[in-house]
């Protein structure tokens, strides 16, 4: 059986969406899913094969309906944009929190019962999980959907969810629950003891992700290579990006593209020999990486060619097929000799496979 975890990560989630909608694109389907927090979020939508209605919502809610926090005011502080109205906005609405003893999540649990259907999803042939951590009992809580109390599943969500800033209220059975993400940020463990063999892992954060090691499933962990930002700030543009990172970032690992940065077709380290004489591809290589040597060939050569579309302000969404690249590019640097860019484009072959 194959399933499809989400990890934990509040606004951080987009970026799983655009993972999901590659994953369909390859036509790559899974018995079962499940997930910690907003992965336990993404995983009913998927539950209800509510794909569409998935990628749209997160291009959509903002900080704003969620917490009554302006969009705005979160990306200027992600984005260091401090200033005194900044600063008393900022004051003003923590002012709010503390008085009311934490965000409210009314907003919330009306947003999941409007989009997450318990029916469709107790219909449904894919499997669904989600873990939470009981407060009152002190304990880890993992539940796949047959062992939630018909008419909860929405509380269940809730309580997967439920940061220690909103308002401390019982969510279950007269009990207490904080995020799932404090003992577990996504089920891995529960899956593979489940009987599923093959998992795909879809991640939000960077840091090392904790599971039992086993030799049960095949584990595939897909995850951003840089920081994906505030988990507070659901906002459209932020949120686009994030999507579309989680898109490109499973293509990449599925398609085995080549690239740190961007995306390129895959080619041999052979291939990437070729593109310079041993000569001149030493020069390049003391003049642009002062003369540190690189991991390989092939290494040094994207390193600097995502450094050059950078500079250029080259689409990075987008899937490159390099002779075709670097042809482009020559004719963008052609005569352009003050570039420190300039010989290295002037000296690389295009080379067609």
Known sequence: MKALLFEGGGAKGAYEAGA???LNKKKIY???????SIGAFNAAFYAQKNFNGMYKLWLSVDSQELFGIEPKLLLDFQNRNVTIDNIKKGLTTVGKIIKNKGIDTENIMKFLKKYVKEDRIRRSKIDYAL??????DRKPVEVFKKDIPVGKMHEYILSSAYLPIFKFERIIDDKYYVDGGVYSNCPIDLFVEAGYDEIYVLRAWQNKLKYKNTKKAKIHIIGPREDLGSIMLFEKQTAEYRFNLGYF???KYLDNLDGNKYYFKHYSDEYYDNLFDKNTLNRMIKILNKGKKPKSNKDF????????CSESKIERFRIYNLP???TRLKYR??????NIYYDFIK???VEFE
């Open 20 to 22: 999901v909608k590659a």
């Open 324 to 326: 075709y690249l670097i």
């Open 347 to 349: 000296n690389i072959k």
């Open 301 to 308: 050569i994207l390193n600097v060619i995502e450094k050059i």
């Open 333 to 338: 640097y052609a005569g352009n000799r003050k």
């Open 249 to 251: 970032d499973m293509i």
């Open 131 to 136: 873990n939470t951590y009981s407060l009152s």
């Open 30 to 36: 899974f018995d079962g899913v499940g997930g910690t």
